[in-house]
């Protein structure tokens, strides 16, 4: 008995390994589209944090200033970090209407392009007192 089960030749025919294969490849495959959706998430995700720290710079130092003149204020730097452009606003009820007395509204607006060539912009808005 232990000399017939020795002398049968089991295992795996060439065919089997090659379906094997293939359905590996497929579930592989599937794969790749999912990896470059996650490429472009980080890479947006890490545009969005370099923004919103040019934005929160921003405010904070207009927070941090006595008065703010002249209003309505408006400034615009180009080029920050090699694709970021920084639009920055202030106004007061004198300039806006919708604005309560006694407080500055501030606007920091971040705009960039992406490495797909597609134009994002980000707006931030805060309130100092005067």
Do not use: C
């Amino acid at each position: 008995m232990i000399r017939k089960i020795m002398n049968e030749k089991g295992g795996l025919s060439l065919l089997e390994v090659m379906v094997a294969m293939v359905i590996l490849a497929f579930g592989i495959l599937s794969l790749a589209p999912l990896i470059v959706v996650s490429m472009y998430g980080n890479s947006y995700s890490n545009d969005l944090t370099v923004a919103n720290a040019i934005a929160q710079e921003e405010i904070e130092q207009l927070k941090n200033l006595d008065a703010i003149n002249p209003l309505p204020f408006h400034t615009t730097i180009s080029n920050m970090y090699g694709k970021y452009a920084r639009n920055t606003w202030v106004n007061d009820v004198a300039s806006d209407s919708t604005i309560p007395p006694g407080v500055y509204k501030i606007k920091v607006q971040i705009t960039w392009v992406d490495h797909k060539n597609l134009s994002r912009q980000v707006d931030y808005y805060s309130y100092k007192m005067k």
